[in-house]
């Protein structure tokens, strides 16, 4: 087939300019209208309404593989054709694999994706939207899982699907169409470029954060795995009936205190935003995040996984519902990652969500300047984000190798996300700063970008004691300084935390060890936790 080149994809929810603001049915909390039928999806179109379910299965995903650990290798290996796979990145940010530890251990870093993909029959029943089953899938939910290298925590990252982000150039593997960068895209877009693959790059233009592997899972998986757990307890610390006069609810119906739920219980738990709290999306990612700690702690501890009819369904509920990347394609090597991931205890387990603001325009969310670039700098040194770890031995600081005024840097204004808008004409005020401060051959970037946080890189580690002694200068912590051959040279990428001034901002240069309280972390064995029933919802 021949190449082609587009830049967005028309008549596709989510691909419209952030100046045309969202499609009806699509605005951030505030501007939400309650569903034809009744349900809390904002207003949004049927097929979208059991979506919020995989906000649990990426995570769930993999931890339930560590359920099918116990059924036994041979039964395993009839399951490998069950497996989809595709290619693990589609771009051209070559980020550098971390550097093992003194131990000889390496992090682990997995995008977890769930699609809304209408392939098949059932998605379509699942997911309703009967009119959108050609059409190709969005990425509505994604995590990073980023298991630390000595295995003894998991800190998972999620992102709201629109926030709007710059998704590279990707090339479709299955037709060799070329999807142009895009600037200011919803990230949920990226799967529509080329596959899982493209969101991977789009992660790593993002984060900065090497990414080892992808796991994506649709509907029909989502329900089926659902039921095979056998329930999952919950607590609420009021009555609550998600349900009101204007059709706004998931029809949540619970007493107070702990209940088990499965089955269209659980859908409406994992869906229900009126009722928890404020009402707020906020509210129900913290539900989901309870949910999704339950359910691991129950699998860590072997309930409902003595009966081995269960576990042969819940093995091929799992395996059945993933398309994973090539270099872990096959069931004994997912079997291997389950056996890894196991190692870590519950305590150390971190679910929290990517710290965004709103944008200027209704209906998409921006990375938080300074609080997003700290979890994704946390998640690049290897130290988690529940700030638990030991304190790590401090890595020796590289003298610069090359004379000030011969080290060629390039300056590039990423501010085009700032929440109070584009800052034009950074690249070239830190660029002068530079040549004041004796590096000559420092050059504006004429171009405009968007980077939620500041970064200082370098393309091989020969320049690390270079762009070590550059960020110094520039007052940025030696945390953002990172190895990326994305570049020819150094390069100073100007976040949006740096709206202004010569100098990166005190407060933002403060090395924390622990993601911020914008990052609504959960630990995963919180046992006690209890979602707060907003009054109005009780019964």
Request: hydrophobic letters at 35%; proline letters at 7%; one cysteine or more.
């Amino acid at each position: 087939m021949p190449r082609s080149s587009v830049d967005r994809l028309p008549d596709q929810r989510g691909s419209q300019s952030p100046e045309s603001g969202p499609p009806p049915g699509d605005r951030p909390e505030g501007g939400d209208r309650p569903g034809p039928d009744g349900d809390d999806t904002g207003g949004r179109p049927p097929g979208r309404r059991r979506r919020r379910i995989l906000r649990i299965l990426a995570v769930a995903v993999a931890l339930l593989l560590l359920a099918t650990a116990g059924a036994g290798y041979l039964y395993l290996r009839h399951l490998d054709n069950t497996l989809r796979k595709g290619r693990l990145d589609l771009g051209d940010n070559k980020i550098g694999k971390p550097a093992p530890n003194a131990a000889g251990q390496s992090p682990l870093n997995i995008l977890l994706i769930g699609s809304d993909s209408r392939q098949g029959e059932e998605n379509v029943r699942l997911g309703g939207a009967r009119k959108d089953a050609g059409r190709k899938p969005l990425a509505d939910v994604q995590m990073l899982v980023h298991v630390a290298a000595d295995r003894r925590s998991m800190s998972v990252v999620s992102i709201p699907r629109d926030t709007r982000v710059t998704i590279p150039e990707c090339t479709d593997p299955e037709d060799g169409t070329v999807y142009r960068e895009q600037a200011m895209a919803p990230i949920n877009q990226a799967l529509q470029h080329g596959g899982p693959g493209c969101a991977v790059a789009t992660w790593k233009e993002l984060t900065g954060v090497y990414i080892d592997h992808f796991m994506m899972v649709d509907f029909a998986g989502v329900v089926r795995m659902a039921d095979a757990i056998g329930g999952v307890p919950v607590c609420v610390d009021k009555n609550i009936y998600s349900h009101d006069s204007q059709g706004h609810g998931s029809g949540l119906k619970l007493r107070a205190g702990t209940t088990r739920v499965q089955g269209e219980q659980a859908l409406q738990w994992l869906r229900t935003r009126y009722g928890f709290e404020d009402g707020s999306d906020i509210g129900r990612a913290r539900a989901q995040h309870m949910y999704m700690n339950s359910m691991v702690r129950e699998l860590k501890a072997g309930t409902k996984l003595t009966d081995p009819d269960k576990l042969r369904r819940l093995a091929e509920a799992a395996v059945g519902a993933l398309t994973v990347d090539e270099s872990i394609g096959t069931v004994s090597k997912l079997y291997d990652l389950a056996n890894d991931l196991k190692r870590v205890p519950t305590e150390r387990i971190t679910m929290t969500t990517m710290p965004f603001v709103y944008g200027p325009q209704a209906g998409y969310v921006l990375p938080k300047p300074g609080d997003a670039e700290q979890v994704f700098s946390l998640l690049r040194s290897d130290i988690a984000l529940d700030g638990k770890d030991r304190k790590k031995k401090q890595e020796p600081q590289a003298s610069p190798g090359t004379p000030k005024d011969a080290l060629k840097i390039t300056v590039t204004n990423g501010t085009a996300s700032a929440p109070g808008g584009a800052e034009p004409g950074r690249a070239g005020e830190i660029t002068a700063a530079l040549s004041d401060l004796g590096w000559t051959e420092a050059t504006a970037d004429t171009g405009l970008t968007s980077r939620p946080g500041t970064a200082v890189t370098y393309p091989q580690t020969a320049l690390r004691g270079d762009a070590l002694a550059v960020a110094k200068a520039l007052g940025v912590p030696s945390r953002l300084v990172k190895l990326s051959d994305d570049s020819e040279q150094v390069q100073v990428v100007i976040g949006a935390d740096w709206p202004k001034g010569d100098r990166y901002p005190e407060d933002a240069a403060r090395d924390g060890n622990k993601a911020p309280e914008s990052a609504d972390a959960i630990n995963g064995d919180d046992r006690k936790a209890c979602m707060k029933v907003n009054d109005s919802y009780v019964w």
